[in-house]
């Protein structure tokens, strides 16, 4: 019995560097990379009082750096801008959100989900319209109110330092002017850079 504790507590002992492997990760993980917001839209018919939904989708960038605490959990801080012109009107979107985030680490591929907090900024950009040769500029305007990013993501390991993040999809409900507006996601892809090992 004696023979068999010492083995398995030599064995134990021996396999300690294997663990010490499996928790080799990046001290920071830095993304930027392309992203679609896609906002639903409800609009009342002036002339039938009918209410229609439609969807529009605005075009950007997407940005965030993650300092690993863990193998599996980091804080990240996570940057977005997406533009559209409706109607002739120049709309922007901005969101500046920050939270934890919990990897599932692995040689090929790191699943990841989040929950982030923080702000929105909606804005309007400025127009002019000519009418009866007499041309009127309305200024810009914009809103900023509370944000939140929950979802996750998929990173693709192209080597130790890179990675391509296929895609990263949240739910970012949003509070502004007053009204929560509930019905936007947001669809990142790009290239994440590792930095240091921990």
Sequence with gaps: MRRLIFVLAIGLFLSIPSFAQE?????????????????GI???????GLTASLRESFWGWQASANGNLTHHL???????????TVAGIPMNSYQFL?????MFRGPRVTPF?????GGVREGIGSTSLSVLGVTVT???????????????????????????????FDWTP?????????NVIRIGIGL???TGEK
């Excluded at 920050?98 to 919990?102: A, D, M, W």
């Excluded at 989900?113 to 907090?117: D, E, K, L, T």
């Excluded at 949003?174 to 509930?182: A, K, L």
């Design 23 to 39: 928790v080799i990760y990046p001290k920071a993980e830095v993304f930027g990379g392309f992203s679609i917001s896609s906002a």
């Design 42 to 48: 409800s609009s009342t018919d002036p002339t039938t």
């Design 74 to 84: 980091a804080i990240v801080g996570d940057f977005g801008g997406q533009y559209k």
């Design 98 to 102: 920050f939270g934890p985030r919990i």
């Design 113 to 117: 989900v989040h929950a982030m907090f």
């Design 138 to 168: 309305t200024p810009a305007i914009s809103s900023t109110g509370l944000g939140l990013g929950i979802g996750g993501g998929l990173d693709v390991n192209v080597s130790d330092r890179f990675a391509l993040r296929v895609p990263q």
């Design 174 to 182: 949003m509070h502004v002017g007053g009204v929560w507006t509930s």
């Design 192 to 194: 994440v850079i590792k």
